[in-house]
């Protein structure tokens, strides 16, 4: 279905039919082993009473009360989704809002996801904001060992998220280390560290300064897995990932501008162990990436023609998806769940577009028609007609 829909910029169309001659191709042929190790952040459905909630970016509700209007059952069914579609799931993290929602509710989704019995695993984001907001070096080591404890208890593996203490305190490259090395030996295995920039979180600028990073991975790569890099800058990816590789780390690419060629690279030259599963190494990155959470019907066609070694179909899927994803992500970089709360809203999978503390309000009503359109041409809407009616709906309460 084609229909035409009349945006603040003018009219365009939205198709469903993109991805129509792809999967014409791959038709009924088995699928081929998956080259790439590729988890989806999945965001949270909030119920249709928050609407009416008065919270705000600028004057948020505490973390025990967004979890009241959390709607369980439409935020699990987004997860089994990308699992179908081939994801692992990369749970309670920056796309789950979990900076505003809390360990107790990040705790709570972690368990639902781990009780779901995903095909495709998933990781959790471990961090400290059950503490106080200056815990003692002691108590951050123990309270990431908790959260780590927690996420395996539960299924999953623990990526280490950025430790803000840190940060606030201006900490040196040895004072990183020295922390790091404490929560490594504290916790079991495997293990990935999260490096996340300052375009997602402002106060996290300077984090790992000098070689902290690099340090730190060097601790005990048969634990230390690989790490989730967030820094959208695809030079200095490809430089840490060339030191992991040697280490038969992951890199679990957060690029959410270069996402296509960073997973495309070259062919695998070797294979490592990740739990039970097998995970080729080579000159590409892996991923762990917000965006999947939007693209997950064209990305998951594209990981099938990379496997068959078929560049051009890959490459024809992804770039149309990176163009959204840069959209998506552009400054200010970390509102971005809006986009994805939004597409999702217009294909259906859930009853609304609202985030915990009304972040969807963050984009306007021009944004989100050019995100539409851009889905349309990536092949991430199911059914036009829907997606237009819903634009409409949408325009309708940006104009009372």
């Known amino acids: 279905m084609r229909v035409v829909v009349e945006g603040p910029r ?60 959390i709607d369980w059952d439409a935020t699990m069914a987004l997860r089994v989704e990308l699992d179908r579609l081939g994801f692992g799931i990369a749970e309670a993290m920056d796309t789950a809002q979990r900076f505003d929602i809390g360990w107790e509710t990040a705790a709570e989704l ?25 815990p003692s070096e002691d108590a951050l080591v123990e309270g990431v060992a908790h959260q780590a ?10 990526v280490l998220l950025p430790l803000l203490p840190l940060a606030r305190a201006k900490a040196r490259e040895d004072d990183y280390v020295r922390v790091y090395r404490a929560i ?52 200095l990816e490809r430089r840490l990932r060339a030191e992991l590789v040697e280490r038969d780390q992951l890199m ?75 959209h998506l992500f552009q400054a200010p970089t970390r509102h971005y769940k809006a986009g994805l709360a939004c597409l999702a809203w217009l294909n259906g999978l859930q009853p609304n577009p609202l985030l915990a503390q009304h972040e969807e309000r963050a984009r306007d009503l021009a944004h989100y028609h050019e995100a539409a359109r851009l889905a349309s041409a990536a092949g991430v809407l199911r059914d036009a007609g829907l997606a237009a009616e819903r634009l409409a709906e949408l325009a309708r309460q940006a104009a009372e």
């Open 184 to 235: 490594v030996e504290r916790c079991d295995g495997p293990l990935f560290v999260h490096w996340l920039g300052e375009m997602f979180l402002p106060e996290l600028a300077g984090y790992f300064p000098g070689r902290a990073f690099e340090r730190v991975m060097e601790l005990d790569p048969a634990k230390v897995r690989g790490a989730k890099l967030s820094l959208l800058d695809a030079d």
């Open 252 to 326: 679990l690419t957060g690029d959410d501008f270069h996402f296509a060629e960073l997973l495309w690279g070259g062919p695998p030259r070797r294979t490592t162990r990740l739990g039970a599963r097998e995970v080729p190494l080579g000159d590409f990155s892996h991923g762990l990436l917000g965006i999947f959470d939007a693209i997950a019907e064209p990305a998951s066609l594209a990981l099938e023609f990379l496997a068959r070694g078929d560049e051009p179909s890959y490459r024809a899927l992804m770039e149309p998806c990176e163009a959204l994803s840069r």
């Open 10 to 69: 003018g009219p365009y169309e939205l198709s469903d039919e993109v991805l129509a001659p792809y999967l014409d191709a791959v038709g009924d042929e088995p699928p081929v082993p998956a080259q790439r190790l590729v988890f989806a952040a999945a965001h949270l459905v909030m119920r249709a009473e928050y609407a009416d909630v008065p919270h705000s970016l600028a004057a948020p509700g505490a973390s025990a009360e967004l979890a009241r209007w």
């Open 110 to 134: 972690i368990r639902r996801t781990g009780a779901l019995g995903l095909v495709h695993d998933f990781v959790a984001g471990a961090g400290i904001d059950h503490l106080g907001p200056a």
């Open 149 to 158: 404890r927690v996420i395996q208890d539960a299924g999953g593996i623990p």
